[in-house]
């Protein structure tokens, strides 16, 4: 039994094939206007879990990513407990939970997901360990704590174990402190890791400074904020030598700053998000506390300068920064509502309307950006289409590709997109538990229509296809 897409073109080469994927169901799609091309992977999510389920589970964030066409993510630190690898104490908040499981750290527990709540999840997912102790930026994790939960040692670890590593250190929410971030970076060195840096820090302020937070009377935080930890963290790789992945970079001098960085031939890499493409802090005026988020929205000039970022190669990749929020704690008002929006189920359609329909890059640069190039920061391979067709000697002639009959199947790994497919996004059909996004509405292209995991059907929209 096997799903047939029926003369779908590849995402690089525009050949046609037919793609068969094993199934339970003996079905042929007509896939003459889709495309296949390696699954998206997200290197910035929040899943909430453990400690605040009621905004997301694993369950509910893992099936939104697969709506969303993505294979692969990494889990930030700021569950509650922190994945900081230290044993939990009963009682603190959310370690009743990780403790009632048989597991004495946060790490262990999301490792082990799937077995102690008897689900399969639908995507793959690695781990990002806390550079400080409980994120609190006192004092720097310790390797002893977290470094066994590396890839290696295979033989002495489970399968889960190895299918979701921790491959990333990061306070994210947070920049690293100045204080200690010296004696992160000698961990990251260390081990090899790689630094994921929040550069963001402020203490005032809940939405960009400008015209926009003077019409809304909120305190404004200023661009500077982001460049004074761009460049310092720049000052410390090019001492250091260590790999430092800068989020959700949102401003023009910020952007201006890693291009003289990566000029010098040094070791960084930056992602943005697709909410600082497709908005302005304009839209706050429009969306309330749906477009407050940390950075928060910029300026419509350097809205311009991250989508030239993106044009000139400065940008590295595209991450959702995915941050489930309950509509009560969003209706607080500025001054208190969380910083974040929800964003794997359109991240794709947002940016496919933004980036390749207003001309400033192909649907090939944005595979590159929200696949093959996530993919090789957290050490992946993207599925080689093109390679699987050429070394495939089970598969009869070249116009078909049988998941099934390749070698090493479980490695497959493949979205299905319809690139020009428009459709409106309906915040109320997500998978996610979460509703805040300030895309409820709004008119796209770019769809996802099935994620293959392992050769596998992880999610499918055939009713959409008709």
């Known amino acids: 039994m096997a799903i047939v897409f029926s003369d779908i073109r590849v995402w690089d080469t525009g050949e046609r094939i037919d793609l068969v994927v094993p199934d339970g169901r003996d079905v042929t799609v007509d896939a003459s206007r889709l495309t296949v091309a390696p699954g998206l992977e997200d290197p910035h999510v929040h899943f909430r879990d453990p400690g605040q389920t009621h905004k997301e589970t694993m369950v509910t964030g893992c099936a939104a990513a697969a709506a969303g066409g993505y294979t692969n993510v990494l889990i930030m630190p700021n569950t509650v407990p922190a994945m900081d690898g230290q044993i939990v104490t009963p009682g603190e908040p959310g370690a009743d939970e990780v403790l009632a499981a048989g597991c004495d750290n946060v790490i262990d527990y999301l490792q082990h997901y799937e077995r102690i709540h008897g689900v399969t999840l639908p995507v793959r997912y690695e781990l990002c360990v806390c550079a400080t102790k409980g994120r609190a930026g006192k004092e720097p994790t310790e390797p002893k704590d977290w470094a066994w939960y590396m890839p290696g ?3 002495e670890k489970d399968a889960a174990q190895i299918a979701h590593p921790v491959t990333a250190m990061s306070d994210d929410g947070s920049a690293v402190p100045t204080p200690v971030l010296r004696d992160v970076l000698a961990n990251v060195k260390e081990t090899g890791l ?19 937070a003077r019409k809304l009377g909120v305190p404004g935080i200023p661009e500077e904020t982001e460049l004074a930890v761009v460049q310092r963290d720049i000052d410390m790789v090019r001492e250091t030598g ?6 959700h970079v949102s401003t023009a001098i910020s952007f201006d700053a890693i291009r003289r960085a990566k000029a010098e031939g040094l070791p960084i890499t930056c992602e943005t998000a697709p909410h600082y493409l497709a908005l302005s802090d304009e839209a706050l005026l429009e969306y309330g506390t749906r477009a407050k988020m940390n950075p928060p929205l910029r300026s419509e000039k350097d809205r311009q300068a991250t989508i030239a970022a993106i044009a000139d190669g400065t940008v590295d990749m595209i991450a959702t920064d995915h941050a489930p929020h309950t509509a009560d704690e969003k209706a607080l008002g500025f001054l208190e509502a969380p910083n974040g929006i929800i964003g794997l189920e359109c991240a794709f359609a947002v940016c496919h309307t ?9 649907d090939e640069r944005l595979i590159e950006l929200m696949a093959l190039n996530p993919a090789s920061l957290m050490g992946r391979h993207s599925t080689d289409i093109a390679g699987l067709l050429n070394t ?7 116009r078909t590709l049988d998941l099934g009959a390749t070698e090493h199947p479980e490695r497959h790994d493949l979205v299905i997109l319809g690139l020009d497919d428009a459709w409106t996004i309906h915040a109320d059909e997500f998978r996610s538990k979460a509703r805040n996004t300030p895309f409820d509405g709004w008119e796209v292209t770019g769809r996802p229509y099935a994620t293959i995991i392992g050769s596998r059907m992880a999610s499918s929209r055939f009713d959409a296809l008709a």
Not at 242 to 247: D, I, R
């Open 194 to 212: 790689y630094l994921i840096e929040h550069c963001e820090h402020h203490d005032v302020g809940a939405v960009n400074e400008g015209p926009v």
């Open 153 to 155: 040692h295979d033989d």
């Open 242 to 247: 260590v790999h430092v992945h800068f989020q």
């Open 354 to 362: 933004v980036l390749v329909d207003g001309g400033w890059i192909s």
């Open 392 to 398: 495939s000697a089970k598969c009869a002639t070249k």
